[in-house]
């Protein structure tokens, strides 16, 4: 990149923002089809504005950091390329049969509701119909016509699409129309789609060749690095960890992982890669080793690896900010991403008024601006995060935020953004000797080994590219085409996105598919060899269904109101939600409500919230709690230990160690039952740091009193 026009000025603070778009491998073994298509989703609303709006103001700086598979599968789709889905939007809704449609109606509402389904009144009135019968799928699919699976067809396309582009054709025409579509239509918004997916690469190379942007590349499939040199490595963070059976060492996988990512780089961008933001902000001192080989100039991780690493240094806390350039003894320069301000735009930001959110933040780099006072010159602060997901829990795929955002940044002259190139560039490095081995969650990798179904996936990995090695010693003369092709799907395995969905870190709707396809990866090796498929790749690792939203009540409750547990038996019967349940695409590190707790007796409803140990709302200076119910009109109680605002003749609330809160019915319905849902939020003024759950509240129904009968389960 050409950074030697780039002038530091006097008195800044430098704020250096990475996104880092990811995607997995979803390419199906020997075929131009994915399995899964996010890739496709997410390039009509994250991969081409995202760069567009960071330029739209001439003196923002910023780093895009994009996995090579990801860049390889929007090739695909230009070219061709297909998913299910896909396939699926392009049907002709006659002509399908009663399992096909079946599929679309449990496929075709994957969105976040609140953002992506409710605000377009179609989509809403389709999803409010399927949510009615969803548990009866042969009637479901009677209740909707023709025209309604085409409409279907057409908005589950049409809400992934970024407001930046919903003024061009056909798209305008489509969000117009709102119902009705015909084949022609929907047709064209798949023709639209591909021609947009088409521009996202040269997007990146034009602002980037106008020095507009800086680009870098993870290493190839996204692998955690420091698990290909060495699985032992786990243990420096973990020292009782339980691991593979077979201890992986292969850091030739992790040099050609490296390697074809600078090699990419160089074929699409031109020139040397500066720097990378390595898979998950893992890092080790082999891996600075590797990068060092191949000329990469910096690596960024997370602020907890730095004090893990500068005590390992042996140098003091207080002299090692985080927000400073680091050097190894090698030559690599390292930053390390600040922990808090990432994950408030990650996680806290969406649910606040945009402006407000923004000056919050803003506000934070003020503070750390006078803190640094006649250091600055030493001084920036490493934004790191999620470039995609995060922005559907935003209003409008967070257009405002990022507008917003880009403008305070830009026209405030104590505030200076800088991409990551230019921040190793302009600021002396401070020494550090040596390296923690970890990553940005919670400075350890047990998020990718240690469950025992993330170490049966490194077992099955080892078994096969063993295999392969062997075969491959055996019969050197082997087609090499197919050799080439047997390593390919090893190097897939091995990245970080398969185990990221194995163990309990976190679930999704398509567990099962992420393991299928992980499996089949493997088994394609042996098929290319013709091979015999082991059948312990013929069995599921991980067979089980999505964990529900939250378990019922199956008692009445009569909790005393008093912010402790008063006796062990006092909430037995009430239904559960578990906040620390697995959770998604992304990783949130700090919450601070552990777990839900809810039911009735004949006279009242109840919720309990635990805290995280140690943790209370008494314990947070101006936190509050707020639970909104709707029943179905809406209820919102705001609760904090010195004050209520509602009304106090209906409820009871109690702070402790936990919080304790109690409504009475007859306030809630004048019949005193009825259909309930709730959410839970915790506040600092009025802007939510918490949700739960984050994605649909929790619904239940309160009978009338002469049906309050629980039958054992």
Same mark, same amino acid.
Not at 89 to 116: C, K, V, Y
């Given at each position: 990149? %050409?950074?030697?026009?780039?002038?530091?000025?006097?008195?800044?603070?430098? $704020?250096?923002?990475?996104?880092?778009?990811?995607?997995?491998?979803?390419?199906?073994?020997?075929?131009?089809?994915?399995?899964?298509?996010?890739?496709?989703?997410?390039?009509? &609303?994250?991969?081409?504005?995202?760069?567009?709006?960071?330029?739209?103001?001439?003196?923002?700086?910023?780093?895009?950091?994009?996995?090579?598979?990801?860049? +390889?599968?929007?090739?695909?789709?230009?070219?061709?390329?297909?998913?299910? %889905?896909?396939?699926?939007?392009?049907?002709?809704?006659?002509?399908?049969?009663?399992?096909?449609?079946?599929?679309?109606?449990?496929?075709?509402?994957?969105?976040?509701?609140?953002?992506?389904?409710?605000?377009?009144?179609?989509? /809403?009135?389709?999803?409010?119909?399927? #949510?009615?019968?969803?548990?009866?799928?042969? *009637?479901?699919?009677?209740?909707?016509?023709?025209?309604?699976?085409?409409?279907?067809?057409?908005?589950?396309?049409?809400?992934?699409?970024?407001?930046?582009?919903?003024?061009?054709?056909?798209?305008? *025409?489509?969000?117009?129309?709102?119902?009705?579509?015909?084949?022609?239509?929907?047709?064209?918004?798949?023709?639209?789609?591909?021609?947009?997916?088409?521009?996202?690469?040269?997007?990146? !190379?034009?602002?980037?060749?106008?020095?507009?942007?800086?680009?870098?590349?993870?290493?190839?499939? /996204?692998?955690?690095?420091?698990?290909?040199?060495?699985?032992?490595?786990?243990?420096?963070?973990?020292?009782?960890?339980?691991?593979?059976?077979?201890?992986? $060492?292969?850091?030739?996988?992790?040099?050609?992982?490296?390697?074809?990512?600078?090699?990419?780089? /160089?074929?699409?961008?031109?020139?040397?890669?500066?720097?990378?933001?390595?898979?998950?902000?893992?890092?080790?001192?082999?891996?600075?080793?590797?990068?060092?080989?191949?000329?990469?100039?910096?690596?960024?991780?997370?602020?907890?690896?730095?004090?893990?690493?500068?005590?390992?240094?042996?140098? &003091?806390?207080?002299?090692?900010?985080? %927000?400073?350039?680091?050097?190894?003894?090698?030559?690599?320069?390292?930053?390390?991403?600040?922990?808090?301000?990432?994950?408030?735009?990650?996680?806290?930001?969406? #649910?606040?008024?945009?402006?407000?959110?923004? =000056?919050?933040?803003?506000?934070?780099?003020?503070?750390?601006?006078?803190?640094?006072?006649?250091?600055?010159?030493?001084?920036?602060?490493?934004?790191?995060?999620?470039?995609?997901?995060?922005?559907?829990?935003?209003?409008?795929?967070?257009?405002?935020?990022?507008?917003?955002?880009?403008? !305070?940044?830009?026209?405030?002259?104590?505030?200076?953004?800088?991409?990551?190139?230019?921040?190793?560039?302009?600021?002396?490095?401070?020494?550090?000797?040596?390296?923690?081995?970890?990553?940005?969650?919670?400075?350890?990798?047990?998020?990718?080994?240690?469950?025992?179904?993330?170490? /049966?996936?490194?077992?099955?990995?080892?078994?096969?590219?063993?295999?392969?090695?062997?075969?491959?010693?055996?019969?050197?003369?082997?087609?090499?085409?197919?050799?080439?092709?047997?390593?390919?799907?090893?190097?897939?395995?091995?990245?970080?996105?398969?185990?990221?969905?194995?163990?309990?870190?976190?679930?999704?709707?398509?567990?099962?598919?992420?393991?299928?396809?992980?499996?089949?990866?493997?088994?394609?090796?042996?098929?290319?060899?013709?091979?015999?498929?082991?059948?312990?790749?013929?069995?599921?690792?991980?067979?089980?269904?999505?964990?529900?939203?939250?378990?019922?009540?199956?008692?009445?409750?009569?909790?005393?109101?008093?912010?402790?547990?008063?006796?062990?038996?006092?909430?037995?019967?009430?239904?559960?939600?578990?906040?620390?349940?697995?959770?998604?695409?992304?990783?949130?590190?700090?919450?601070?409500?552990?777990?839900?707790?809810?039911?009735?007796?004949?006279?009242?409803?109840?919720?309990?919230?635990?805290?995280?140990?140690?943790?209370?709302?008494?314990?947070?200076?101006?936190? &509050?709690?707020?639970?909104?119910?709707?029943?179905?009109?809406?209820?919102?109680?705001?609760?904090?230990?010195? !004050?209520?605002?509602?009304?106090? +003749?209906?409820?009871?609330?109690?702070?402790?160690?936990?919080?304790?809160?109690?409504?009475?019915? $007859?306030?809630?319905?004048?019949?005193?039952?009825?259909?309930?849902?709730?959410? $839970?939020?915790?506040?600092?003024?009025?802007?939510?740091?918490?949700?739960?759950?984050?994605?649909?509240?929790?619904?239940?129904?309160?009978?009338?009193? =002469?049906?309050?009968?629980?039958?054992?389960?």
């Amino acid at each position: 990149m %050409h950074q030697g026009d780039q002038v530091t000025k006097p008195g800044t603070i430098k $704020v250096a923002l990475l996104w880092h778009m990811h995607q997995p491998n979803y390419r199906e073994p020997f075929s131009n089809r994915l399995a899964m298509p996010w890739v496709r989703l997410h390039a009509l &609303k994250d991969y081409l504005d995202m760069p567009l709006a960071a330029t739209a103001r001439e003196n923002i700086r910023v780093t895009f950091n994009l996995v090579p598979t990801l860049l +390889d599968q929007f090739e695909m789709y230009a070219n061709g390329g297909t998913d299910r %889905h896909l396939e699926l939007s392009q049907l002709h809704p006659e002509d399908i049969g009663t399992e096909t449609r079946q599929e679309i109606l449990r496929t075709f509402f994957t969105a976040n509701p609140a953002r992506m389904i409710v605000p377009f009144p179609r989509y /809403h009135e389709l999803y409010n119909k399927y #949510t009615s019968a969803a548990s009866d799928p042969v *009637t479901l699919v009677s209740l909707f016509s023709s025209e309604e699976i085409r409409d279907l067809q057409v908005w589950s396309n049409l809400v992934w699409v970024d407001p930046r582009f919903r003024e061009e054709e056909p798209v305008r *025409t489509l969000f117009a129309c709102e119902r009705h579509f015909t084949e022609d239509a929907k047709q064209a918004l798949m023709d639209w789609q591909r021609r947009l997916i088409a521009k996202v690469i040269p997007t990146y !190379q034009k602002l980037q060749a106008d020095n507009r942007l800086e680009v870098s590349l993870t290493p190839y499939y /996204h692998p955690i690095l420091p698990l290909l040199c060495d699985t032992d490595v786990a243990r420096e963070a973990l020292p009782s960890i339980e691991l593979p059976r077979r201890r992986f $060492v292969h850091p030739e996988d992790a040099e050609q992982q490296v390697a074809r990512s600078v090699a990419m780089y /160089h074929r699409l961008f031109g020139g040397d890669m500066q720097g990378m933001w390595p898979s998950e902000g893992s890092v080790s001192e082999e891996v600075l080793e590797i990068a060092a080989r191949h000329g990469i100039r910096w690596l960024a991780s997370d602020e907890e690896i730095l004090s893990h690493s500068v005590t390992k240094s042996g140098l &003091k806390q207080r002299d090692n900010p985080i %927000h400073a350039i680091y050097e190894y003894p090698n030559g690599v320069k390292m930053l390390f991403r600040d922990h808090a301000l990432s994950d408030r735009i990650g996680f806290v930001y969406s #649910t606040w008024d945009a402006s407000r959110a923004v =000056s919050d933040f803003m506000g934070h780099i003020k503070q750390l601006r006078k803190i640094y006072a006649g250091q600055l010159d030493r001084t920036v602060v490493p934004v790191i995060l999620d470039g995609e997901n995060a922005w559907e829990y935003f209003p409008d795929d967070g257009t405002e935020f990022l507008s917003e955002f880009y403008r !305070q940044l830009d026209e405030d002259p104590e505030i200076e953004t800088v991409t990551f190139s230019e921040a190793v560039r302009l600021i002396p490095a401070r020494p550090l000797s040596r390296l923690f081995a970890g990553s940005w969650i919670n400075h350890n990798f047990r998020i990718w080994i240690g469950h025992s179904e993330d170490n /049966h996936a490194w077992d099955l990995l080892s078994q096969a590219r063993d295999d392969l090695v062997s075969f491959e010693r055996g019969l050197p003369d082997h087609d090499r085409g197919k050799l080439t092709q047997a390593w390919e799907q090893i190097y897939i395995a091995e990245g970080s996105d398969w185990c990221w969905w194995y163990g309990d870190d976190h679930r999704s709707a398509q567990d099962d598919q992420f393991d299928r396809i992980y499996r089949k990866h493997l088994a394609a090796v042996y098929e290319l060899l013709g091979l015999d498929v082991p059948l312990s790749l013929l069995r599921p690792i991980s067979p089980r269904s999505v964990r529900p939203c939250a378990t019922m009540p199956d008692g009445l409750i009569a909790p005393v109101i008093d912010g402790r547990l008063t006796h062990f038996y006092e909430w037995a019967g009430a239904g559960h939600y578990d906040c620390r349940q697995p959770g998604g695409a992304m990783h949130r590190v700090e919450c601070h409500i552990s777990d839900i707790f809810f039911g009735f007796d004949r006279a009242r409803f109840y919720i309990r919230l635990d805290f995280y140990s140690g943790d209370s709302i008494e314990s947070k200076a101006g936190l &509050k709690i707020e639970i909104t119910c709707f029943v179905p009109e809406k209820l919102v109680f705001e609760l904090s230990p010195d !004050q209520m605002k509602d009304a106090a +003749d209906h409820v009871t609330c109690a702070f402790g160690d936990r919080v304790e809160f109690a409504v009475e019915r $007859v306030h809630l319905w004048p019949e005193g039952f009825g259909e309930l849902s709730f959410t $839970v939020a915790l506040l600092q003024g009025d802007q939510k740091l918490e949700v739960w759950p984050e994605h649909e509240p929790i619904a239940l129904v309160v009978p009338r009193r =002469s049906d309050e009968v629980f039958w054992p389960t």
